[in-house]
């Protein structure tokens, strides 16, 4: 029988809602809804319009969180059972969060095994995947969602997104035979970037900085004097402004740049592996100059990515040209809705 689920990507300007169905070992992208959040708007009124005004399934959803109350640390802990790291992930909590360890949920989740033994004993270390997130920050994340009718799933963070959206689509590519191909993917979206690399089954880091698409709309509105309203239109079609408006956001798009570059340049001596490929998503990256910008300031090619490239669509004309359209600004939701492959 069919399964659906939905990704719903509840972003800071726009919410994109993608639903998986899976059937026999199949996955289709079986409906799909963008809408702009309207400055007044209760966040679950617009979710409630979404699912009232599109042919949803399920009410079935994954979201995601992100930002200071949530922690994802990759740390090392000597080989143990699934059983074992659970516990012992309580006690080591404390460590690496900010918070009481009971003012927090968290979940843990073992990667791979070090290869060298790295403690004096010899003994053989595991590097660990934990995550936490501030109890009331989840409990109201969750209210939003039951406001507006709907049944929370699972509560994913953004980065972890990007990577399950990229691990299925890798999947459903035969072609696709290299699975240890390393690869940065990163979302810049209105107020954050956020970057994850990974190969085609593990995420090895995650960073998230606060810069994105309205840093450029507010230097706009300031330098050339424009309304937010106007400025985005601008930033979107500049047409002949174009050498003024590369010339007032130069100095954000560089921002924006350094701190990727930085992510990357720390991956790299940190871990002593090079990113084979670094893919370039979320609706800031295609401001004008930007993925030329990161490049230059990488030093090597970026691809903009598609990440619907694998996936069966299964929607109507119209419906398939928006979310077309609105390519860069899906990946989180997909990459959400790809939990139906592991429940
Ligand atoms: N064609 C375009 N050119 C430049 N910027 C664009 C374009 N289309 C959308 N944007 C910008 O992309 C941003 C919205 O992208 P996205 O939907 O990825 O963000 P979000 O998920 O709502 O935000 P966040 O992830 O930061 O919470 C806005 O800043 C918008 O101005
Ligand atoms: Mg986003």
Known sequence: MARNLVGLDIGSRFIKAVQLTEEKDTYSITQYARIEIQPQEPIPDALRGIFESNNFQ?????TSVSGRFVIVRYITMPVMSEDELRNAAKYELGKYIPFEVDEVIHDCQKLEEVQEPTTPEGEKEMRVLLVAAKRTFIDEHTSLLEDAGLQPHVIDVDSFAL?????LGSTLNPEQQDRNKLIAIIDVGATKTNINIA????????REFYKGGDDITDVLCKKMALEVKEAEVLKRNPGSEISRVSECIAGTIDDICHDINISIDFFENQYDRRVDSILLTGGCSQTVGLSEDIERTIGRPIVKW???????INLDDEKKAQLTDDMPQVAIALGLA???RKD
């Open 306 to 312: 598609n990440p619907l490239e694998n996936f069966e």
């Open 338 to 340: 790809s939990r139906i």
């Open 163 to 167: 990577g399950n959206c990229y691990e």
């Open 199 to 206: 190969n085609a089954t593990t995420s090895y880091f995650t």
């Open 58 to 62: 399920t009410k079935r959803v994954v």
